[in-house]
């Protein structure tokens, strides 16, 4: 049994999703989350500034004892896990994207009518992951994919619910869908959980993956072989408090995290990790 706490990132707040799905799933847990809100989208960088970032962070949350890092971005899943798990060797970290991949090969291995299809962020897309993934573990299975770069900078802006996400979900997405003749669909950007109830307004015949689900499970399964499970939590011992760092915290930003995560009196601190 272990009561160090999860060391969850994002790029920004797309990842908090994660975190209140991890929390469901797994209530005895402590979740020290950073989302690196000043230097928010990444999916339009360099692979070198992510992973310079993505190692920066990773050390911050070492720093703060986590016991294992689950990595809330798809973006630094795609091109930034293989170097995060060379420069911490010893510290268990679980990407996003491997799990779902797994999951859905294995379903759509029955299901012969699939059209499938991705959406990320440019580096995502660009990184050729989720297609080169689904070749290996379904070879002949094609999996269409569409970079989305107006999602991230709407949804950190507060404009999930404006009529402009629709506009751009319109502009990215009508075609490619229709053209391909889409069935399901993966959203391959952490972000994009916060305008799932929109896609399925606009689009209902379409099946929705969030990759959040197979994550959490990746992450359980590591944490009970490696025997880093938080013990009971009870009355006399109750699970310590979930830590949220942002490392720019305007007072929008306090509020986006503070209903992500359902939690308005949770712990929210500023940290500029490029200072
Ligand atoms: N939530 C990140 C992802 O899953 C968004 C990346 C970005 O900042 O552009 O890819």
Known sequence: MDPRPIGVFDSGLGGLTCVTH???VMPKERVVYFGDTARTPY????VDTIRHFSREIVA???EHDCKAIM?????VSSIALDDLRQQFPKLPIVGIIEPVVAELAAKYQTEQQVKAAVIGTKVT??????????QEALPGFKLASQACPLFVPLIE?????HAMMDLAIHYYLDDFLAEGEITDLILGCT??????ERLRRIYPKLNIFSPANAQVEALRQVLTEQGLLAGEVSEVEPAGENLFYASDLSGSYRK??????QDQSAKIKFKNLSL
């Open 60 to 62: 911050f949350l070492v």
């Open 191 to 196: 972000h994009y959980h916060l305008i799932q």
């Open 157 to 161: 802006e507060g404009l999930k619910d």
């Open 125 to 134: 897309i660009e990184s050729g992951i989720y297609p080169r993934l689904f």
């Open 71 to 75: 990595i809330a971005c798809n973006t």
């Open 43 to 46: 999916g339009s960088k360099g």
């Open 22 to 24: 991890l929390l469901r």
């Open 256 to 261: 986006m995290i503070a209903d992500i995560v």
